[in-house]
C-alpha cells in the first residue's frame, strides 16, 4: 500500500496540470471571490442636464454624503431630457438627472429634477433607487422643518429671513428640490432581463472552449493528425475546417436560446439585430479559436477539459455576468477587461435591453475583433508547430533538405 501511495504521489508530481488544479485553482478561487464577490455598487457616474444642471451639480458636491456615491462626469445646463435619456442608452451614465425651474415657485425659485436610472445595470440601479429614496427623504424632512420655522417667526421681519435661510437645502445655496425617479430599460429591475443576454454568451463560451477543445485532441489520441500533416493544407485552413461545424452549431444554439429568452422571459429586443449578429459572430471566433489553441496545446482530451475549465471559470465569475464590474476591485477589474465575455455582455445587453446603437457599441467590437484576431493567430502558430513534428517523421528527408542544400551551397 505505501508504494501504491508514494506511487501516486509520483504521478501527480509529473501531471502538472492536475497538480496546478488541485493547489493554484482553490488559491485563486480564494482570491477572486474575497475581491470580486460583491453586489454592492457604491460609486455612480452621474449626468446632469437641464437649466439647473449647475445647482444640481453644487448640491451633490457640497453633500459629502452625496458626493461619496456620485460622481458627476457631464454637467450641460443646455442639455434637453432627450439628451438626458440618451447618456443612458449609450452607457456613458448610471443615473441621468434632467432638472429645471420648478414651474409655480415661490419668488426663492425651486428646482424640478427628473432622475433617470439605467435598469439595465441591475445592481447599480438598485442603489441608486436607494440614494435618492434617501435624498428625498431628506429634502421632505428639511421642507417640513423649514415650513415649522417660517410659520413661528411669520411676525418677525429678521424671523422671516432666517426662515427663508432653512428652506430645503438652503443652508449649502441650493434652492429647494423636488425630485422624481423613473427607472428606464428595466423599469421592474428584472434579474432575467439582464441575465438572459449574458447566458447567451455564457454558452457559447461554453461550445467554444469546451466541446472545441477536445477536437484536436481526439485527432491526435485517434493517430488522425498524421493524415492532417500530410494534406496540401495551412494551418490556416486546418483550424477554419475544425471550427466551422462548431461555428454553424453555436449560430444554431444561439438563435434557439435568443428566441426562447424572449419567449420565455420577455426579455425585450430594442436594438438592431445587426450589431447583435455581428457581435456575436466575432464572439464566436475568439472562444472557438480559443478552443482549439487548447486542444492544440493538451496531450488527451483529460487535459484539454482541465484547461478549458480553467478558461471558464474566470469567465463566469469576472466578465460582469455575476458580480458587477464596477463592484470588484481594481486589480481583479482589470482581468475582467482581457475576457471575451465581458464585451459581449456589454454588446448583448446595450442592444437587447436599452437598443444601443453602433455609435456606443463600436468599442466592444473593435475589442472583440481584436482578440478573433490574435487568438484565432495563435491558435494557427501553435496548430502549425504540432503538425511539423509529425510532418518530419512522415517525411524525414524535407527536415534534412534545408541543411544539405546550404551544405552545397557552401
Not at 122 to 150: D, E, G, H
Not at 214 to 233: D, F, K, N, S, Y
Not at 238 to 264: N, R
Not at 337 to 355: A, H, K, N
Request: charged residues 10%; hydrophobic residues 50%; glycine residues 8%.
Amino acid at each position: 500500500m505505501r508504494a501504491i501511495v508514494l506511487k501516486e504521489f509520483q504521478e501527480l508530481r509529473r501531471d502538472r496540470r492536475t497538480l496546478a488544479l488541485l493547489i493554484v485553482m482553490p488559491l485563486l478561487l480564494l482570491v477572486i471571490f474575497g475581491y470580486a464577490a460583491n453586489f454592492t455598487v457604491d460609486h455612480l457616474s452621474v449626468a446632469v442636464y437641464g437649466s439647473q444642471a449647475t445647482t444640481v451639480t453644487k448640491l451633490i458636491d457640497d453633500n459629502s454624503q452625496l458626493k461619496n456615491h456620485l460622481d458627476v462626469v457631464t454637467t450641460d445646463a443646455n442639455g434637453t431630457k432627450a439628451d438626458a435619456s440618451e447618456e443612458l442608452r449609450n452607457d456613458r451614465a448610471d443615473v441621468a438627472i434632467y432638472a429645471v425651474q420648478a414651474s409655480g415657485a415661490s419668488a426663492s425659485g425651486g428646482v424640478d429634477a427628473h432622475v433617470y436610472i439605467d435598469g439595465s445595470n441591475l445592481f447599480a440601479a438598485q442603489s441608486a433607487k436607494t440614494i435618492f429614496a434617501q435624498v428625498q427623504q431628506q429634502l421632505t424632512q428639511q421642507a417640513a422643518a423649514a415650513q415649522a420655522k417660517a410659520a413661528q417667526a411669520s411676525g418677525a421681519q429678521a424671523s422671516g429671513s432666517q426662515a427663508s435661510g432653512a428652506q430645503p437645502m438652503q443652508a449649502s445655496g441650493v434652492q429647494p428640490m423636488q425630485l422624481t425617479v423613473t427607472t428606464l430599460f428595466n423599469p421592474d429591475l428584472k434579474t432575467s432581463w439582464v441575465m438572459i443576454p449574458a447566458i447567451i454568451g455564457l454558452i457559447l463560451t461554453f461550445i467554444g472552449t469546451i466541446i472545441t477543445s477536445i477536437g484536436l485532441v481526439r485527432e491526435r489520441e485517434a493517430g488522425t493528425l498524421e493524415q492532417l500533416a500530410v494534406m496540401p493544407l495551412r494551418a490556416s485552413a486546418v483550424v477554419l475546417g475544425k471550427i466551422s461545424p462548431y461555428f454553424l452549431l453555436a449560430c444554431f444554439d444561439m438563435a434557439l436560446i435568443t428566441v426562447l429568452g424572449l419567449l420565455l422571459f420577455g426579455v425585450p429586443f430594442n436594438g438592431n439585430p445587426l450589431i447583435f449578429i455581428v457581435g456575436a459572430a466575432l464572439f464566436l471566433f475568439v472562444v472557438l479559436g480559443l478552443g482549439v489553441l487548447i486542444s492544440s496545446v493538451s496531450r488527451t482530451t483529460g487535459q484539454a477539459i482541465q484547461l478549458a475549465f480553467m478558461v471558464l471559470l474566470p469567465q463566469i465569475l469576472l466578465s460582469g455576468m455575476i458580480f458587477p464590474l464596477s463592484a470588484m476591485a481594481a486589480g481583479v477589474r482589470w482581468i475582467g477587461y482581457f475576457l471575451p465575455l465581458t464585451w459581449f455582455t456589454m454588446i448583448s445587453q446595450g442592444v437587447m435591453i436599452r437598443g444601443a446603437s453602433w455609435d456606443s457599441l463600436w468599442f466592444p467590437l473593435v475589442i472583440l475583433a481584436v482578440m478573433a484576431v490574435v487568438i484565432f493567430g495563435l491558435a494557427v502558430v501553435r496548430l502549425s508547430r504540432s503538425i511539423s513534428p509529425v510532418k518530419q517523421r512522415r517525411h524525414p528527408e524535407h527536415a534534412d533538405a534545408a541543411p544539405r542544400h546550404a551544405a552545397e551551397a557552401a
